[in-house]
């Protein structure tokens, strides 16, 4: 029985989707589709032979209604008016997900988007590059990364679909990131991938952001022997994408910035004031945690 698996969107994250699928899962009449804007982008995964058929946006229901397992590599906001405008056009029985960076924006008008007959289960790729588009994307970017997919009391099963059925389809998932290259698979519910990917990714990105802003001029890095460029790296940002993000969760980002500010000031105090046994052993104490996160 042939299987496609679809991808909305062939971007960086689109496009290394697609190529994960093809070199680590795809098998026999397994079929890869995608449907996305840019005919260049789709040109060069036909080239590539990554992927088997190519869908402009003017074919989008007869794309919904081909794929079994379906990604949808879009922004946020996108993403949900993408499920709104099509939630009766996914064939049955179908599995989606999103790759989005912020999830409680689909709690708010949940019911609009919800797909019907198909399974919605929402999805983070904890990987991927600094640069955007297809041309940049890489298969081999989930390598031992973390895959978080969420389970929410507040996301009701999309009508059609039976919690078996869901728990079935939930084990195919993990199966298949498993598959693609990740490494740990988290579940958890919305509120919290918010709050953790608020510190662990949005906060990094503006702390990146504002290094770079604050660099006396741009020759810096010929004085850099690292630590400016490995902090910095993710500065070279997709701004539209990364301003939604931020806005998008807005109250936990903010919580998770003025926390940093006070950690800031308290060792700017430190500094000032020239303390320093207190400085040495809250150097120690950060030396200490970092090693702890790393078990």
């Known amino acids: 029985m042939s299987f496609t698996y ?6 960086i994250m689109g496009g ?7 070199k680590n899962v795809v098998k026999n ?15 060069a995964a036909l080239d590539q032979k990554i992927i088997d058929r190519a869908f402009n946006p003017e074919e989008t229901k007869e794309f919904l209604s081909s794929c079994d397992f ?3 590599c879009l922004y946020p906001h996108t993403t949900v008016e993408f499920l709104k405008e099509h939630k009766n056009d996914f064939k049955t029985s179908s599995i989606i997900t999103d790759i989005s960076g912020v999830k409680s924006i ?5 019911d609009s988007l919800c797909p019907c007959g198909a399974d919605f289960i929402l999805g983070h790729p904890m990987a991927g590059g600094e640069k955007e588009g297809y041309t940049n994307s890489n298969g081999d970017y989930f390598k031992n990364h973390n895959y978080i997919i969420i389970e929410d009391k507040n996301i009701k099963l999309p009508r059609g679909i039976t919690e078996e059925e869901h728990k079935k389809n939930i084990s195919f998932f993990q199966d298949l990131i ?13 509120s919290t991938h918010d709050n953790k990917i608020g510190f662990t990714s949005q906060l990094c990105h503006v702390v990146a952001s504002a290094m770079v802003e604050s660099a006396e001029d741009r020759e810096i890095t010929s004085f850099g022997g ?36 006070n950690q800031i000031t308290k060792i700017e105090e430190l500094i000032k004031e020239e303390k320093s046994a207190e400085l040495e052993d809250l150097l120690n104490d950060v030396r200490k945690k970092r090693i702890d996160m790393q078990k």
Do not use: V
């Not at 290394?16 to 699928?21: C, F, H, R, T, V």
């Not at 009449?29 to 789709?42: R, V």
């Not at 689909?106 to 949940?110: G, K, M, T």
């Not at 790296?233 to 993000?245: C, G, H, K, V």
């Open 226 to 261: 690292g630590s400016f460029e490995d902090l910095t790296r993710i500065a070279m940002i997709n701004s539209p994408l990364w301003t939604e993000l931020f806005l998008s969760n807005k109250e936990k980002l903010l919580s998770h910035i003025e926390n940093f500010k």
């Open 106 to 110: 689909y709690l708010n008008d949940y």
């Open 70 to 72: 379906l990604f949808i």
């Open 178 to 190: 498993t598959k693609m290259g990740f490494n740990k698979i988290t579940i958890t519910d919305c």
């Open 16 to 22: 290394s989707i697609a190529k994960a699928l093809k």
């Open 6 to 11: 679809g991808i909305t969107g062939l971007g």
């Open 29 to 43: 009449d397994e079929k890869i589709f995608a449907l996305d804007k840019n005919p260049d982008s789709l040109k």
